[in-house]
C-alpha cells in the first residue's frame, strides 16, 4: 500500500498579504534591476501587494544613490526588464512606496540611516 498523499497546501483566502516592509539589498544590483524590481511592480499593479507596503532599497555606501536616484533606477529598471511601462497611476502609486537607505554595516551612521527608512 503506497503512502497517503501530503495535503494540499493552503492559500490565504484574502489574496494578498498583510502590510508589511520589503527590504532589497543589493537595490542598485544586477538581480534587483533585471528582476525584482520590474517583479514588485508587476505584483503591485496586479493587485497582489497590500494596501499598505513599503519597499526599502539598500546598498552600501560607495556609489550608493540618493533616495530620488533610486527612484530613477527602478524607473529605468522597470522600463528595461519589466513586462509593462512604469507609466501612470500605477507607477506613481508604487514610486511613492520605493525609499532607500545606505547599509554600510562599517558605518553606524549609514546603519541609522537604514532604520529610519524601515
Not at 532589497?24 to 514588485?40: I, M, N, Q, S, Y
Not at 529598471?77 to 508604487?94: D, H, L, N, Q
Not at 547599509?103 to 532604520?115: K, L, N, R, V
Amino acid at each position: 500500500m503506497s503512502p497517503e498523499p501530503p495535503p494540499p497546501t493552503t492559500r490565504p483566502t484574502s489574496g494578498c498579504p498583510k502590510d508589511h516592509v520589503i527590504v532589497v539589498f543589493g537595490a542598485t544590483g544586477d538581480l534587483a534591476k533585471r528582476e525584482l524590481l520590474p517583479g514588485l511592480f508587476h505584483l503591485a499593479e496586479a493587485g497582489l501587494l497590500p494596501p499598505s507596503y513599503r519597499i526599502v532599497g539598500t546598498a552600501r555606501s560607495r556609489g550608493a544613490p540618493s533616495e530620488a536616484g533610486f527612484k530613477e533606477h527602478a524607473r529605468q529598471a522597470v522600463a528595461e526588464f519589466g513586462t509593462t511601462k512604469p507609466e501612470g497611476e500605477a507607477w506613481k502609486t508604487f514610486e511613492d512606496t520605493l525609499a532607500f537607505a545606505t547599509a554600510d554595516t562599517y558605518d553606524a551612521a549609514a546603519s541609522g540611516q537604514t532604520e529610519t527608512a524601515l
